[in-house]
């Protein structure tokens, strides 16, 4: 038994309860592993704590527990990884998490397996471009000229156009 799972087995005192009902309900208990980079030791260590707090407060979280590794000073930057096992009660809902904070590494430990419907495998893909739409579009804002944004807003409307033309050409078909 790790770190993580005895500090999980003392706050969450039927966490095996707890994640085999989640899981039997399509719930998905995971591993993700963070990186995190800054000036200071403690600072690396504080970030780390306070990034487990924030994965408890995404939708659909039943519980985060996370393990700081010793920072490393390399020259003026200290890096720490973050192992934090999670709990949440759908793939969809990891799938997000995993979008949003980006760990550089996943395992997932419960179930051996997923199945998703093709409604969930539409609503996990359509939600990981409103994502990647969302990043693009900040990038956009923040590092381009306003040429280069007038160009992006001109291609926005093809695609919207685009995207128009295929929703008429599906109620046509109906």
Avoid at 24 to 45: C, I, M, P, R, S
């Amino acid at each position: 038994m790790d770190d993580a799972d005895r500090v999980l087995k003392k706050s969450v005192p039927d966490a095996d309860k707890l994640t085999k009902a989640t899981v039997e309900k399509g719930g998905v208990l995971a591993l993700l592993y963070f990186d995190a980079h800054t000036k200071t030791k403690e600072k690396a260590q504080e970030i780390g704590a306070g990034f487990v707090s924030q994965l408890l407060k995404e939708p659909g979280v039943i519980f985060a527990v996370g393990e700081i590794d010793e920072p490393i000073q390399d020259r003026d930057l200290f890096s720490t990884s973050i192992q934090v096992k999670i709990l949440v009660s759908t793939f969809h809902q990891l799938a997000n998490v995993c979008a949003v904070h980006s760990p550089f590494s996943i395992e997932i430990i419960q179930p051996d397996e997923i199945t998703i419907t093709l409604g969930q495998a539409h609503e996990l893909l359509m939600n990981l471009s409103t994502i990647t739409a969302d990043y693009k579009k900040y990038i956009m804002e923040k590092l381009t000229t306003p040429e280069e944004r007038e160009k992006y807003a001109r291609i926005l409307e093809k695609k919207a156009e685009l995207g128009r033309r295929i929703l008429e050409r599906k109620e046509e078909k109906k």
